[in-house]
């Protein structure tokens, strides 16, 4: 069917009181930007919806980039119709006919935008739904249960007619709530958890720790290749890649075996602080799940998040390693991060790791290794390169620095 239109609804940012506009126009933009690759669409904004005009473009196509993007509740692919009632009744016949498969069920539901069209919402009902029952006799009318539900929308200067709803990505637009730091490793979770993190309104820096010579060049390749796939869903993203070589090395010399993950861990955050001070971020977001793992025991979390001052997010503490996996596979990055090229999160882990480590403990091994430590984490911190990655491309991280307000797609 040739649709003329697609109607996008907006989720939760219907809910912000004076900042509302604020809110709708940054989805707006964002779906603008999304959709700049089809240069024959028109926009047009009204109260919580947008109105995509398609003039030409496909519609499959649009529905496609539409669905995973943060901030629609729904869209639907719509007819317009003039207001007089026959010009309705018609436009409602012709969009039931070209369903295909054919129904054999329907009711009509008609909403009154326009308070002053001369027939109400029962009448119409009636006066649409009788029309399309005089031509298509093989229907017939289910008011509880319908195959289709063909929904009459009046407003004041055009009807729009249409019988799908489809589910948007949901949440708020992108960037609405702010920055935080992603700990990415090259596994199933830390990327769900940045989707998760990104559908809620966060704009998302990467940051992934390497080993080399010990961690392979295909191990940063794998962590590009998610990172471009969550700047699908999210524009561009930085991605931090930090040597952690000789910081883990030398943890791994402490003495305590069965604390280096934890005290590996306290050593990422700390590192990623930073990185966050100097980038503007507000937060740090990591691929938790309690009990998955020794470092994500409660015990444990609450050792390793006592490294640093920022909120911890955690979007998938409670989750089970099935769903996560479900998620993964939905967002496109399950086949990714089950790829066998080991981050160094895999390196020197003991046979007997900590489960519930002692705060007291870690904390003095750290202050033993005093200034040698804070050496590493410094440069660690200087060392740390940074990529600038699209989806379909790579760049330099001195283009976002050039181009401050291009950091969205």
Known sequence: MNYELILVRFGEITIKGRN????????????????????????????????????????????????????????????????????????????????????????????????????????????????????????????????????????????????????????????????????????????????????????????????????SEQAKEKVITLSKRLAYYGGKINLHLVPFTELQTKLAQSGHDSLIITLMRRSMLKITERLAEKHGALAIVSGDSLGQVASQTLGSMNVIGRSSSLPMLRPLVMMDKQDIIGYAEKIGTFTTSILPFEDCCTLFVPKSPAINPNLSLVESIEAYLGEELERLIDEAVKGTEVLVLKEDGESTSADLDNNPEDAWF
């Open 20 to 215: 509302r506009n604020r809110f709708e126009m940054m989805l707006l933009t964002q779906i603008r930007l999304a959709l700049k690759a089809m240069p024959l669409l028109t926009f047009e904004r009204g109260y919580a919806r947008v109105y995509i005009r398609l003039n030409g473009e496909k519609y499959e196509a649009v529905a496609a980039r539409l669905k995973d993007i943060f901030g629609i509740a729904t869209f639907s692919p719509v007819m317009s119709s003039e207001q007089e009632l026959e010009a309705i009744q018609q436009c409602s016949l012709e969009m039931m006919r070209s369903l295909n498969p054919a129904p054999k069920t329907f009711k009509v539901s008609v909403k009154r935008g326009w308070k002053q069209y001369p027939y109400d919402s029962v009448e119409m009902n009636h006066l649409v739904g009788s029309h399309i029952l005089r031509n298509t006799p093989e229907l017939k009318v289910d008011v509880r249960q319908p195959e289709v539900e063909l929904k009459v929308d009046i407003q004041h200067q055009t009807t729009y007619i249409y019988c799908e709803v489809v589910k948007g990505a949901g949440g708020f637009p992108l960037g609405m709530n702010g920055k935080a730091m992603l700990l990415l490793s090259g596994g199933i979770d830390s990327p769900v958890a940045g989707w998760m993190a990104m559908r809620k309104g966060l704009r998302i820096e990467a940051v992934h720790f390497h080993s080399y010579p010990f961690t």
